[in-house]
């Protein structure tokens, strides 16, 4: 499935690099929340975590596909390790505007590490046929992290302060750092004439633009992303319409354990021969689970349904992306994937605007009574329309025999 002794290694050292991420992410949330009392700051936070890393994937991309990847790996975790030790040297003077901006930049080196990492794992794999058990592997560190670090820093938190959760979290990016360091990691070999670097930051977008398949398929992940999305916005004010938030904190945990159950699952069993099937499949049952959650207030449905929308995640997140693999020359992987994630997260983003305005604006002048039930029913048809429609497109087909 893998390659090089190495790997095991290369694994848990991005494992932390990940979890770091997610700490900090969540902490400074808090603290942000803590600090001022308004929820117009934690999203801004919130927001800053997320955004320049988006902006700054297509020039990620470039140079991921021409400096080696191992040392962007490193510098990334060097970099975030020193941007959160200024926040805990400062912790006790640090103003909001201040953290802003330090969580801006730690979220570029946020956006270098997805793109190298991401473009590194077909080099990591021993052969195309690995590449969907690779990708599981990568989403289960995501969902493991995910599921931990909300717990760790809450603990830490609550007892030690978040001057605590920064010392963990430079502590594993530094971890992550030392590893890399000292062992062999898979890289292309650099291009000698590489093209003007404006140029190539088109690169990633023409080779999907001049490619009908590719374009199709970007359109069908853009918009499983943007419907995840709408269901994560959805998900706390559908669940406290009806119930409390210690239920709600239990069915975050449910959908927690999920991801890393289909990570799991998807590492483990390596998914179909036809990968193109298995996504819509894939698809068409998150369809399905979303209608069902939008249908019912019984807790205990609700809870089964998240279970599988979120097992359902990262299989159909590591199924997509083998396909990519498959498809794209693994000299052009950072660019691509560059191209195709800042679309696929601009949809995921647009999911956290529009849905709600959409919800309050068009379904609950119609539908009063818990419009983001109406949503998610609304969401689940047409995400079972697009799965059962989909695979006939003739643009599609050059992917059935990947």
């Known amino acids: 499935m893998v390659k090089g002794k190495h790997f095991p290694m290369i694994w848990i050292s991005q494992t932390a690099a990940v979890l770091g991420n997610v700490l900090m992410a969540f902490s400074l949330g808090i603290w942000a929340y803590q600090q001022t009392g308004s929820i117009t700051q934690f999203g801004l936070v919130v927001l800053l975590g997320y955004v320049p890393e988006l902006l700054v994937l297509p020039v990620a991309g470039v140079l991921t596909d021409r400096l080696p990847r191992k040392w962007i790996l490193i510098a990334c975790s060097s970099l ?66 995910h599921l931990v670090a909300p717990i760790l820093a809450g603990v830490l938190i609550q007892n030690h302060g978040i001057s605590s959760v920064i010392v963990v979290a430079i502590s594993v990016f530094a971890i992550a750092a030392a590893i890399l360091t000292f062992v062999s990691f898979p890289e292309l070999s650099v291009q000698k004439e590489p093209r003007p670097f404006l140029k190539d930051l088109l690169v990633g977008f023409q080779y999907i633009h001049q490619r009908s398949e590719l374009i199709a398929f970007l359109a069908v992940h853009a918009f499983s992303n943007f419907a995840r999305g709408s269901a994560v916005v959805l998900f706390t004010p559908f669940i406290l319409s009806f119930s409390t938030a210690d239920v709600l904190g239990v069915l975050r945990s449910t959908a927690g354990a999920g991801m890393v159950l289909g990570a799991a699952l998807i590492s483990a069993w390596g998914g179909p021969e036809n990968r193109l099937r298995g996504v819509f499949v894939s698809l068409l049952l998150t369809g399905l689970l979303m209608s ?40 052009l992987h950072g660019r691509v994937f560059s191209a195709r994630d800042t679309v696929a997260g601009a949809a995921f983003a647009a999911a956290y605007l529009i849905t709600p305005i959409a919800t309050d604006g ?41």
Request: net charge positive; proline share 5%.
């Open 292 to 331: 069902i959650l939008g249908s019912s207030t019984n807790v205990y449905i609700i809870a089964l349904a998240v279970l599988g929308l979120f097992v359902l995640t990262p299989v159909l997140a590591s199924l997509a992306h083998s396909i990519w693999q498959h498809k794209i020359p693994v000299e």
């Open 362 to 402: 068009l379904i609950k002048p119609i539908v009063a009574d818990n419009p983001a039930s109406s949503m998610y029913l609304a969401m689940g048809a047409v995400t079972i329309i697009i799965a059962a429609a989909a695979p006939k497109l003739r643009h599609l087909q050059p992917l059935k025999t990947v």
């Open 80 to 145: 975030q390790a020193l941007m959160y030790g200024l926040v805990l040297v400062n912790i006790e003077t640090l103003t909001i505007s201040q953290a802003c901006i330090i969580i801006a930049f730690a979220s570029v080196a946020g956006g270098f590490h997805r793109a190298a990492y991401n473009a590194s794992l077909a080099l990591l794999s021993g052969s195309p046929k690995g590449y969907a058990r690779l990708n599981g592997m990568f989403h289960f560190s995501l969902a493991a992290s």
